[in-house]
T-cell receptor
């Protein structure tokens, strides 16, 4: 079945640093979604991408839909302590009725 | 505008017991999807309910079952609990089954099986 592989698994950074994480798949996705999960909460949608090559921003977050449709990237600029959490890439399966999630990238920010 | 509401927030059960988890979707949403999130993992799709019927199912045994009510709320039932069922169970709501624009998730129910 379709799977999403996220890297790195975890990141430890200093406040103010930029962050980059990615997500790859062996199969094509037509939509890429990036979620963030805070401790004790459910995931919250950050960015949705619908077109190969698309670059979309949400504040300090920027995500890109890879040209091959098999990868996506998320960048966070000038990180702050509240960026701490787990970032998941996700994509609806063929048919669009079920969303598959990666295992997540855990971000730790040191003030 | 209330988001997705799940109850209870925490639950401790003994192996072999049965459990029921509840979810009320976001106002305006008619579809409920259930996910299991084990510690350190991403959410895994259990099943989806739309128009009071199970529409799609992930790789979970028949011990996992559900129900959707006319008001779109949903229940997840797990029978014959195993230690490995310990996880955060997330309810996600959407409109007309579509997840292309993302789900709205509840805060989850933390189930511990001892």
């Amino acid at each position: 079945g379709q799977q999403l592989n996220q890297s790195p698994q975890s990141m430890f950074i200093q406040e103010g640093e930029d962050v980059s994480m990615n997500c790859t798949s062996s199969s094509i996705f037509n939509t890429w979604l990036w979620y963030k999960q805070d401790p004790g909460e459910g995931p919250v949608l950050l960015i949705a991408l619908y077109k190969a090559g698309e670059l979309t921003s949400n504040g300090r977050l920027t995500a890109q839909f890879g040209i091959t449709r098999k990868d996506s990237f998320l960048n966070i600029s000038a990180s702050i302590p509240s960026d701490v959490g787990i970032y998941f890439c996700a994509g609806p399966n063929t048919g669009g009725f079920k969303t598959i999630f990666g295992a997540g990238t855990r971000l730790f920010v040191k003030a | 505008d209330a988001g997705v509401t799940q109850s209870p927030t925490h639950l401790i059960k003994t192996r072999g017991q049965q459990v029921t988890l509840r979810c009320s979707p976001k106002s305006g949403h008619d579809t409920v999807s259930w996910y299991q999130q084990a510690l350190g993992q991403g959410p895994q799709f259990i099943f989806q309910y739309y128009e009071e019927e199970e529409r799609q199912r992930g790789n979970f045994p028949d011990r996992f079952s559900g129900h959707q009510f006319p008001n779109y709320s949903s229940e997840l039932n797990v029978n014959a609990l195993l230690l490995g069922d310990s996880a955060l169970y997330l309810c996600a709501s959407s409109f007309r089954r579509q997840s292309l624009h993302g789900y709205t998730f509840g805060s989850g129910t933390r189930l511990t099986v001892v």
